[in-house]
């Protein structure tokens, strides 16, 4: 018995004559019958009284038609599932994304899928860079959006689409030092708390060899928080100095530094490079790449292995 013996059968017990099942189902009538005949020598009776060019369905008929309308539907239901699943449509996406890249990137990206693809289960992942590259591993997760600086070289990661935002400190509008008009120097700037989330050795290193080492973050920073949307409300409410991604803070305004700090964010989206990526991955790439061109994100490369 097979599925295409059932879906014979289906179409000819609904039509209800062997001329019209051959011409829908596209098979000569001596083929029909043939895999009727089969499908009823294999369940071991008759489905169909013949009664000259008319047929009726048996007792015995009309109980197998149940059953083979249901195995028919569900293989035409779990065909489009593959079909679904191929494209990215339905199924599961699961993503981690790191302090920064969640502030910018949950509530927009829920609200995608939620408008374009209500069928494709979206699960977001929040934690830092380490944790969710050490559940990328172990694929509790088909992808993260994190702080490339932060992510060590190891051949089986593979950062694509990494684009960098402008960053610096960054206060309130009427902040006293914001009101000045003129560059801030860094001791002006220690004499209010300096919130950050856990930064990077390159971006530490960089503001020590530009404000010599009153500026590592180890002794600058003296809010520290994983949470970015956190540490930007602390300074939204508070006369605190976040150092962060400029677009993950709005409402605040960026300090005018002497001399200037000329820092960036780099965030990418890191997959494990011997993996076949979930289907759905697409749709955050594509997803991704407008997003980055719609809010002034510098593209750094296109696709990169680390090694």
């Known amino acids: 018995m097979t599925l295409v013996q059932l879906r014979h059968f289906v179409v000819l017990a609904e039509l209800g004559a062997f001329v019209q099942a051959s011409k829908a189902l596209y098979l000569t009538q001596p083929a029909l019958t043939r895999s009727i005949q089969a499908l009823e020598d294999e369940l071991g009776g008759r489905l169909f009284d013949r009664l000259g060019r008319r047929i009726a369905l048996t007792p015995f008929g009309h109980e197998v038609l149940q059953r083979a309308r249901r195995l028919v539907s569900d293989a035409d239901a ?4 593959g079909k679904g699943l191929h494209a990215g449509l339905i199924g ?3 993503i981690g994304l790191s302090s920064g890249p969640g502030a910018l990137l949950s509530t927009p990206l829920m609200l995608h899928t939620a408008e374009h693809h209500p069928r494709l289960q979206l699960q977001i992942s929040r934690g830092n860079t380490g944790v969710l590259i050490d559940a990328l591993r172990e694929q509790l997760l088909d992808a993260v ?3 490339v600086r932060s992510v060590r070289p190891a051949a089986d990661l593979q950062i694509t689409q990494a684009f960098e935002l402008a960053a ?3 206060v309130r509008p009427d902040h006293p030092l914001a009101q000045r008009g003129q560059p801030v120097t860094i001791d002006e700037v220690l004499t209010y708390p300096v919130a950050s989330t856990p930064l990077s050795d390159e971006v530490a290193r ?4 530009r404000y010599g080492p009153q500026a590592n973050p180890d002794d600058m920073v003296t809010l520290r928080c994983d949470e970015t949307l956190s540490i930007v409300e602390v300074a939204r409410r508070s006369l605190a100095i976040v150092l962060t991604a400029d677009a993950a803070a709005e409402g605040l305004v960026r300090l005018d530094m002497t001399p200037p700090l000329d820092a960036t964010a780099r965030f990418g989206l890191v ?3 011997q993996r076949q990526e979930a289907p759905a991955l697409r749709i955050l790439r594509e997803w991704l790449a407008r997003w980055v061109g719609q809010n002034g994100a510098h593209e750094t490369l296109g696709t990169a292995d680390r090694d």
Request: hydrophobic share 50%; net charge positive.
């Open 78 to 81: 779990l065909k489009q599932t």
């Open 92 to 94: 599961t996406l699961r």
């Open 145 to 147: 959006v994190v702080d």
């Open 168 to 170: 610096g400190f960054l």
């Open 206 to 209: 960089m503001l020590i060899g």
């Open 271 to 273: 997959t494990l490079s």
